[in-house]
DNA sequence: GATGAATGAGCCTTCATTCAT
DNA sequence: AATGAATGAAGGCTCATTCAT
């Protein structure tokens, strides 16, 4: 007379904390960490909002949860890339798209980044595992640069990181960016022309920094 | 004990008010629209809450008015280079020295850009000056290339925005990312020797995406 | 000296509930709406503030939920009469005298008209079933009159809704405005004798309007 | 170059005084008290808010002020009647008609005085002018009273402080309760006809009360 | 007489979180 | 595992009122 037409009631722990964290990533991405609600989560992922502090404890430890699954799939993906076989300065252009449509497909990636950054990597600076999560990142492109530079078609000189942070750089801040500078610039940044336009741009720009010969 | 503090009732209203936007600029640049708070604003501008609202009637208007204020903080600096009398090649990286120094000098900037864009530019939508406001962030940019391009120093087929965008990325990313990036490359990247690293790697890659004769 | 009064935590939402609405029939009716406070209520009813948000949403749906449980209480009580087996003109000062004695022993129910109408009716509007509700209030006077015109006791040409409106009027001016008239007529006009002066005289006036045979 | 744009400085303390009367009028009747605001009654008279405090002292006593002046006019206006030379039944239902119509004319004074019951007549007790002022309200009533009892026209037993009430009530519910009522019986009670049937009603409750010979 | 600047108290509402089942 | 009920702290904003000129 009272439990019947109750039930949601999953019983499934891992189903549930992936709905849960699911709904959490696109909250926290469209509203930032502060912005971002607790009802709403539990509204999207259709769970009892209690349930929320059952697995996940507060609302620190949730972004935390989320921000850690975010880094762990772009450095996944990335470095399923294979781009051993690729000539360097091929592998370069081909990481650099990887990011690009990364970013593309994964608005919610640069948008959880930038709302971290913002509460200066408080929930990052919890996750012990951060760092090798992240170390393909560097390594890739490492590798990539070494055989460039002996086979002769990258310039020397040239340092991963910052490589990896100028790739970043060229698409993110025109994604993250893309409301005020659509204003600005008075047209829509996010049309497939305006995409590709971009998306030329920072390909040649990563380009003419590698070449060798033109610098000292 | 009561009548010393008591130093408020300043009844300059424009000193008032400078006061409250400068104050306002330091909380949302730090704590982001929805994390700063107005009782912490008036604390700092050390004036009665209810005076901001007599003079900026919400928290978005106050938002909204730090935020065209800081645009036209940036544009005006920028306009006053003077870069004409300098070679093409070297007005572009004057230019790109600027935009990055201003951004180290003035984080707020960025990081109300952030802001903004997470709230998906609401309030610049308001703001009908905003166009005019960042109309010479083109021009001066456009002028420039047509002089280095007409004396060959620079090469054809470069966009001022394209260029716009990819300077303030080069830097900006950097920045507004540090803290995330410093823990997953285990540097402090803003120490001086870093920056000024970062700095020589955002010229030459304008400089050699600039040059004639590498690209078709 | 803390564990004591913890008595709280109910756990049981009806009871919760009607405690709230208790409370706010009786903050509403004694301040109105403007006047009235939340946290007065929820002192009132011993509940914890947001708890009146958690079932009640915000002050107005609190308000349109008194106003409706009190027209449901009046008419639910009218109904309840039984004035058929009574003579026509006896039913209709039955019925005067249970509207008198209702507004008598229920003093919110006309304040809380009052507020509603300084609103304009702008809760009522919101309740669709306010009609239906309050559709006996007519019905109920129809069949006297019709009862009272068929055997030549009521004169004919009364208007059911006329007659309503009237049989209030006598009595809900002279309450509503109890304090003021108290003063301009220097007496107490609540004193029991003062009462049933009124009372006879609402009688007499009804009496008199329904009789047959004085009006043409 | 600062005083000139200036001013609408009237300096016609009297004219200013006026004017806020008015507005406060306005405001007090349309949102009652606790509902009226300061800032509204100051941008409706069209001056300074300030001013409103340095005539008025405060809300309760600007408050006070409109409430006098409102019982002020409508005894005035009453006792301009000359209603002496009229029949005795004549003249009640010429006051009836009076009342009736300066309410239709002057909603504001039966919304004041809702407001003022509703803070239990608070304001009022402190007007001790209020019994003289009111005073001509019943012995008007008195001397036709006396009339009509000795000519026979009106039936004796009578109380002219009940026969006021009744005049008043019969109209004022009408009037005050018009949102309400006009909800739950579907039909606007302000419309030309909806109000002549109401007068008529009214005078015939009246004209059946007063009259002899029905009641022992 | 008239005005703009400034204040303190308080109000409705929101929100992360915990209790109890 | 899952849920509804309950809470405390605070946040944005309003409002009558006073200060200072």
Redesign the pocket.
């Known amino acids: 007379m009272k439990g019947e037409a109750r039930?949601?009631?999953?019983?499934?722990?891992d189903l549930?904390k992936s709905l849960i964290l699911d709904a959490a990533k696109k909250e926290f991405a469209e509203k930032g960490f502060d912005g971002?609600?607790?009802?709403q989560i539990a509204a999207t992922a259709n769970?009892?909002?209690?349930?929320i502090?059952?697995y996940f404890d507060?609302?620190?430890t949730l972004f935390t949860h989320v921000l850690q699954a975010a880094y762990q799939d772009i450095r996944t993906k990335e470095a399923a890339l294979e781009l051993d076989h690729l000539p360097a300065r091929d592998a370069v252009l081909e990481l650099m798209d990887f990011t690009w449509h990364y970013y593309l497909e994964n608005p919610e990636f640069i948008q959880l980044l930038n709302s971290e950054n913002q509460l200066k990597a408080r929930h990052l600076k919890e996750v012990d595992t951060i760092v090798p999560i992240n170390s393909s990142w560097l390594s890739i492109t490492q590798r990539i640069l070494e055989r460039g530079q002996q086979d002769g078609t990258i310039r020397p000189g040239i340092d991963a990181m910052q490589l990896n942070i100028t790739m970043s750089a060229l698409g993110f801040f025109y994604l993250i960016n893309q409301s005020t500078l659509s204003i600005i610039y008075q047209q829509d940044l996010k049309r497939p022309e305006a995409l590709a336009t971009r998306r030329k741009v920072m390909r040649e720009t990563i380009a003419c920094w590698l070449a060798p010969g033109l610098l000292p």
């Open positions: 039930t949601k009631r999953r019983h499934d722990p549930t971002a609600r607790i009802d769970v009892n909002k209690q349930l502090y059952y507060n609302k620190d």
